[in-house]
Every structure is written in C-alpha cells, then in structure tokens.
C-alpha cells in the first residue's frame, strides 16, 4: 500500500517501530519527507535508513521505510 505524504507532514516526529523518534520532518518535496536526525541518532541506525553522508542536514524518507502516517507521527517500519 502506498503511503502518501504531503506538505502536512512537515513537523511531525519520526519514530522507529519501538518508538523512539529519530528525527523530525523538516520539509516535505515532490512527495518525499526529508528528515532532521535527532543528534542522538547512533550512525548504525543512520546506516540502515541509507543516511550515512555525515555532509546532509537532512535526510530523504524512502516510502518503503513508512509503516504508518498518522495525525502525530510518522513510524517506520522494523529496521
């Protein structure tokens, strides 16, 4: 199923499938969240979401990570 993000999303959390956010929408282009790590976000967790380029301010969303969108948050699937 296809997740739909829009220009809503932009500030809501980012959270893992425990919970734990790990980061916030910045913006939201051509249908692609981009994501602002929370500074506590290990580089092994920015690694498996394909996030490794330590130049990147913020982050792109793949659509295939999104498990749910909701009013409050948007969380990810298992990584």
Sequence with gaps: MA??????????PVVDS?????GVVSSVEH????????????DKLL?????????????PLQEARIDTVTD????LRSL
């Design 18 to 22: 425990d919970g734990n956010q790990i």
């Design 72 to 75: 409050d948050e948007i969380r």
């Design 31 to 42: 249908g692609t969240a981009l994501v602002d790590p929370d500074p506590g976000v290990t």
């Design 47 to 59: 690694a498996k979401l394909g996030w490794d380029n330590s130049d990147e301010e913020d982050y």
């Design 3 to 12: 997740t739909t993000i829009t220009d809503d999303e932009t500030g809501k």
